[in-house]
């Protein structure tokens, strides 16, 4: 079954009937559920179906929407909104939503270049290594298509802090390697900065994993946290507060933009050398 749009206002419609018909307010629920606001707007607005998640916390409190759960669909929606915008993991759905809205982005890269700065050829590399029934375009299309927040008519300002070993790392062999850290050293947009943590850098307050982080400009923030089979997208004021601390050390760990940019060039010469 396709879904309409139609579709997924009414789906929207139904969740704010039985809310309002409780008297609870969406910041009350939000607290609730411990969801930002915004997650609950978008979701009774149409315009970001529920995670499987949301739905389930949704039924839970309205028992009445048990129904919508159990015929699948909250799910179809999902997977459908998926679709139009090229596939992507459930978990990881409300995560592009903050990230394309955002006034401020971070990304601490520890293993790969982060998405939004990957060429095509090196998420090619990388997506040609995940198990998938999606088409491998599919997934490369939506994987390039979120480099569109930097089109933005206001694009947000990009932080990208990653470990030297990430440059060193091969992902689709050595043209591809110096192609794409070519590309970071030129990167083409003044509000992005890179920086690059070096080797001799032991020990420091990332080994744990990637994180990201959204500033709507607005004073929320979230922060998205990876794992090897699912990351987590929340905005819980103490993983948050968390995180700033540990992106705070890690730009202390840092290279300056212009010493990274140096370090970038010199691997792509000695690691990565034009055959």
Request: proline residues 6%; negative net charge.
């Amino acid at each position: 079954m396709t879904l309409t749009d139609s579709e997924g206002a009414f789906l929207g419609a139904e969740l704010r009937r039985v809310r309002m018909a409780a008297g609870i307010s969406q910041e009350a629920l939000a607290e609730r559920f411990g969801y930002d606001r915004t997650v609950i707007t978008k979701a009774e607005s149409g315009h970001r179906p529920p995670s499987l998640d949301l739905a389930r916390a949704y039924a839970k409190e309205f028992p009445r929407l048990n129904a919508l759960v159990e015929s699948g669909l909250i799910e179809r929606w999902a997977e459908h909104v998926r679709r139009r915008g090229g596939t992507f993991p459930e978990f990881f759905v409300d995560w592009l939503d903050y990230e394309k809205n955002a006034t401020a982005l971070f990304y601490w890269a520890p293993i790969l270049v982060p998405g939004v700065l990957q060429t095509e050829s090196y998420a090619r590399a990388i997506l040609a290594t995940t198990p998938s029934e999606e088409p491998l375009e599919v997934r490369l299309a939506g994987r390039m298509a979120r480099q569109q927040v930097l089109s933005r008519p206001k694009p947000p300002v990009m932080s990208v802090i990653m470990a030297e070993a990430v440059l060193r790392r091969s992902v689709g062999g050595p043209d591809v390697m110096r192609e794409q850290l070519l590309y970071l050293a030129e990167v083409p947009h003044p509000k992005v900065l890179i920086q690059v943590i070096p080797a001799e850098v032991g020990s420091h307050a990332g080994l744990e994993g990637a994180v990201s982080i959204a500033d709507d400009g607005e004073g929320s923030t979230v922060v998205y946290l990876e794992s090897l089979t699912a990351g987590q997208t929340t905005a819980d004021r103490g993983i948050v507060g968390k995180v700033r601390e540990i992106t705070d050390l890690l730009r202390c760990e840092a290279l300056s933009r212009a010493a990274s940019r140096e370090l970038i060039l010199k691997v792509a010469e000695e690691r990565w050398p034009t055959a």
